[in-house]
């Protein structure tokens, strides 16, 4: 699933790899905060069942251990949201003794921290949020740090619009992938057909990433519900097959209860005759009424069975329908949040126009050239340095430098971002 992409730095005009590229998958770290959920099928009552106790918050202790009710503590340092949840649903399902893993949801609440230090107004600790650029971190920072206030001011203006742009973009390309997804569900497709409007803006980062996760979402719920119908399919298919052993038995007793029938009208004769005992003519009459109440025990079994089958397929169709109107109504608020979204886009890029030819002051693409732009990043517990373009993604626990140019200087060689 990895998309590698290459990116020209407006700061420094050389070829770099993009680190979101290299990286899409979040991996989970000290301090994010996870939400859980989790959920059983039951074909019994035909009906999910959600394991409340379990439901809540939960978060990343600085060893990257989560601890959980039921399982108690589990590794979730550098794991993916998907992956963790694999092994708490594994976890679940051999401490409660169960034939299937129950569904797990598991995704992150509230992220770790970023950091941006050196040429901006307010630096320091900020909260991250998913497709945060470095323009609106330095946004979040107060913009670049300018002797004339007011041109600081306006240069906040001009950052804050086009962090606001960029950010409202990156919800666009989000939207327009879940509503890509929706419409392959509600068709009940077996992959995702892209727009030409997101695949035309897929050699971004944050798009590719986009539609990577929509993706991921697809064949998860696919899955899931291919395998709930598989439940039922089996349980089905089991009643199936008693009902034809039900039906050869039921055979079988007719045949039985036929010839006690015979066997009491031959034995009533001889008892007239004198040749046998009213006794037993009494036994054989005995004989034939626990037959034929057999028979019709088993002839209920096999009514009960009918009914048994008719409420899977009954729950079958409704499963489907229950979801088809899920996907449906998600998809009404999605055109819906597209039409607010496409709206805003329209009025930042005006606000945008006005404040670049309004404001002489401002930064422009000129100075913005001057500015070198560096992340400080641990992964797989190494750390990296790199220069980075103003449209870079931020990643949670990344040193943000901002060095104008009479501050341009080497950054220290060691950073400790261990526990960031």
């Known amino acids: ?42 074909s019994a009552p035909g009906q999910v069942v959600e394991w409340s106790a379990l439901t809540g918050e939960y978060s990343i202790d600085a060893s990257g251990i989560l601890s959980l009710p039921l399982i108690g503590q589990v590794d979730g340092l550098n794991k993916t949201t998907s992956e963790l949840a694999s092994i708490i649903s594994e976890r679940l399902r051999q401490s409660a003794g169960l034939i299937q893993p129950p569904a797990v949801s598991l995704e992150v609440s509230q992220y770790r921290p970023f950091y941006i230090l050196g040429q901006v107004d307010k630096p320091g600790e900020y909260s991250f949020r998913p497709g945060l650029l470095i323009l609106q971190a330095i946004s979040i920072a107060g913009g670049y740090r300018r002797a004339d206030r007011d041109q600081a001011r306006t240069s906040r203006d ?198 670049e030819a309004d404001e002489p002051g401002a930064i422009t693409r000129d100075s913005q050239s001057k500015v070198v732009l560096r992340i400080i990043r641990r992964t797989g517990g190494q750390t990296r340095e790199m220069v980075v373009g103003d449209t870079e993604a931020v990643e949670p626990g990344d040193i943000v430098q901002v060095q104008l140019p009479e501050t341009v200087r080497p950054f220290p060689q060691e950073v400790d971002v261990s526990n960031r």
Request: glycine residues 2%; hydrophobic residues 40%.
């Open 158 to 355: 001009l950052i804050t619009t086009r962090g606001d742009l960029a950010a409202t973009m990156t919800q666009q390309a989000g939207l327009l992938a879940a509503r890509d997804r929706l419409a392959a569900e509600s068709q009940d497709r077996e992959r995702i057909d892209f727009s030409a409007q997101l695949q035309s803006r897929q050699s971004e980062p944050i798009v590719a990433q986009a539609m990577r996760e929509q993706v991921l979402i697809f064949n998860s719920r696919r899955q899931t519900l291919n395998s709930q119908i598989d439940m039922i399919s089996k349980a089905k298919s089991f009643l199936e097959d008693e009902a034809k052993t039900l039906i050869s038995k039921t055979d079988t007793q007719k045949k039985q209860v036929d010839l006690l029938r015979k066997d009491l009208a031959e034995t009533g004769n001889m008892v007239s005759r004198g040749l046998v005992t009213t006794p037993r003519l009494l036994s054989a009459e005995l004989n034939v009424v626990q037959y034929e109440n057999a028979l019709l025990d088993i002839s209920v079994a096999a009514s009960r069975n009918k009914q048994e089958i008719a409420r899977s397929e009954r729950s079958m169709v409704d499963m489907k329908n229950i979801r088809r109107d899920e996907i449906l109504k998600d998809l009404r608020e999605i055109t819906t949040k597209l039409a607010e979204t496409d709206g805003k886009i329209k009025t930042l890029r005006l606000s945008l126009l006005e404040l």
């Open 1 to 42: 699933m990895s998309l590698s992409v290459l990116m020209v730095s407006p700061l420094v005009g050389a070829p770099i790899s993009s680190a979101r590229a290299a990286d899409p998958i979040y991996h989970l770290g000290p301090q994010d905060k996870l939400k859980l959920r989790v959920s059983e099928w039951r």
